[in-house]
């Protein structure tokens, strides 16, 4: 999170914590299923 964001008032520190915990669960989500996509051997979906 953009520090001068948090201290211009544009954000807050609590937003940015919670925008990180939300960016990581949809990176795992996303990551979860990539496996059928990304089959070296052309098996995927």
Known sequence: MCGA???SGIHTRSAGE???T???AV???ALRGAD???DPRGQGA
């Open 5 to 7: 964001c948090v201290y």
């Open 18 to 20: 919670a925008g990180v």
């Open 22 to 24: 939300l960016g990581k």
């Open 27 to 29: 990176g795992r989500h």
């Open 36 to 38: 059928r996509f990304l």
